[in-house]
């Protein structure tokens, strides 16, 4: 069996650098702002700072953080997580260290799609609501805090590419695996009072979000991303303006100071670093709402078929899914049985329940599963397995919601490699 030094060790395995030690790295600037030292850092400071030069330094884009410091720097406050990408940060969670019920801060995965601002002063922070809105709004996070009813939900979020990694042929984008969802307590207030106070007008069918963060190139009138949600969506009792996480100011590669959480649909509808909510009477066409970003092709297409444009539908709900977090895959195991647990999630409904194999899908076995703790939450189930005899085993689970949709074992390819559903396994040396 791995020890947990070795779990921990293969955990960070991306995040290591190639020919420097952990003792060799030089000491670092005793900078509060770290990430925009480095940004304002020159080339022969950078080049001191990862301990060599930099033969190719002259064509590095402006503001990267070089990999050798991105892990120390980027993922600070987080443990465990593989960095897939630094410009922008994308890092995801190995589904051992999703066990909690509740997704610990430094457990929750990271997607970015720009650069995330220096300035995230809670105390200066606007939001302004407006479009076809009876009473604009501008307010600070105090005046949320004040104005608005302050609730506490646990919340699922995944990222709509979660699973890209496993589609053949490869689609493009980060090669997500299963880490990128967590289901985190979020505080703040209701989407659905805030607009309500600034009076939803008659012809408003979707909202769009705009956040502080900046576009890679940085050009200040690009904007990274920028999605929205249908009104119905946004009128829901679970979507939350939020300004906590588990009891705490918000991760800043969550958010902070402020960011929407939308439970249910891709995580790129739950804006971070919110500055804006733009009531429209269209849907929006904002930064990757447009083309092919974050939809599907709206019938069933072969492996690798080129699809029109026109052809492609936005994403909304998420499909039916589950994860098992304990025992992680690749375990080796003395005893013969074994306690098999984790979490499961459908979009906006719930789960009925969700089964187990050990022999590859012949027979089934049933789950305990755990209500949600609220609308929006995943579920957590768990299920006592006893092994025949020593041997390889492969442990799959699926779920299925309350609209009867069960989790498939493959899914159809699509060219974007998005919402990939597809049963989770794990293998086990027993014995």
């Excluded at 989407?191 to 909202?207: E, W």
Aim: proline share 9%; aromatic share 8%.
């Amino acid at each position: 069996m791995r020890t947990d030094d070795e779990k921990k060790r293969d955990s960070h395995r991306h995040d290591a650098v190639a020919g420097v030690s952990p003792g060799e790295m030089p000491e670092q600037p005793a900078d509060p702002d770290r990430r925009g030292f480095l940004k304002r850092t020159g080339l022969a400071t950078m080049a001191a700072m990862v301990g060599t030069n930099i033969p190719f330094g002259a064509n590095m884009p402006a503001g990267m953080v070089p990999a050798a410091l991105a892990s120390q720097d980027i993922l600070k406050g987080k443990d465990g997580l593989s960095l897939l990408n630094d410009r922008p940060v994308n890092a995801e969670t190995p589904p051992e260290l999703l066990d909690d019920p509740i997704t610990p801060t430094n457990r929750h995965f990271i997607r970015n799609n720009g650069i995330p601002p220096e300035n995230m002063d809670p105390d200066s922070w606007m939001l302004t609501i407006d479009g076809f809105v009876d009473n604009p709004l501008k307010l600070s996070i105090a005046d949320l805090r004040n104005q608005f009813e302050v609730v506490t939900m646990a919340l699922a979020l995944e990222c709509g590419g979660n699973g890209r990694a496993f589609f053949d042929p490869p689609a493009r984008g980060n090669q997500w695996t299963y880490g990128a969802v967590a289901c985190s307590e979020w505080t703040g207030v209701r989407l659905k009072d805030v607009l309500n106070k600034a009076g939803v007008q008659s012809n408003v069918i979707y909202t769009a979000h705009y956040g502080a963060d900046t576009h890679l190139s940085g050009d200040p009138n690009k904007i990274p991303i920028s999605r929205g949600v249908p009104i119905a969506k946004a009128m829901t009792d679970n979507v939350l303006i939020a300004f906590e996480m588990n009891g705490e100011a918000l991760h800043p590669m969550n958010g902070a100071p402020l960011r929407l959480v939308v439970p249910g649909w891709p995580g790129s509808c739950s804006q971070k670093w919110l500055t804006r909510i733009w009531l429209r009477d269209q849907v929006h066409d904002g930064p990757k709402m447009t083309g092919k970003s974050y939809r599907v092709p709206a019938y069933p297409v072969a492996p690798g078929d080129k699809v029109p444009t026109e052809d492609f539908v936005i994403i909304e709900r998420m499909p039916v899914k589950s994860l098992i977090t304990y025992p992680a895959n690749n375990t080796d195991m003395t005893a013969m049985e074994t306690e098999v647990r984790g979490h499961a999630w459908s979009g906006d409904r719930s789960i009925d329940k969700v089964e187990i194999t050990i022999d590859f899908g012949k027979t089934w076995m049933p789950a305990e599963l755990d209500a949600p703790v609220n609308e929006g939450a995943w579920q957590n189930w768990r299920a006592r397995v006893k092994f025949p005899m020593k041997g390889y085993y492969e442990v799959w689970a699926r779920a299925t919601d309350s609209a009867g949709e069960m989790q498939p074992f493959a899914i159809d390819w699509n060219p974007k490699g998005y919402l990939n559903n597809s049963m989770h396994r794990v293998g086990l040396r027993v014995g």
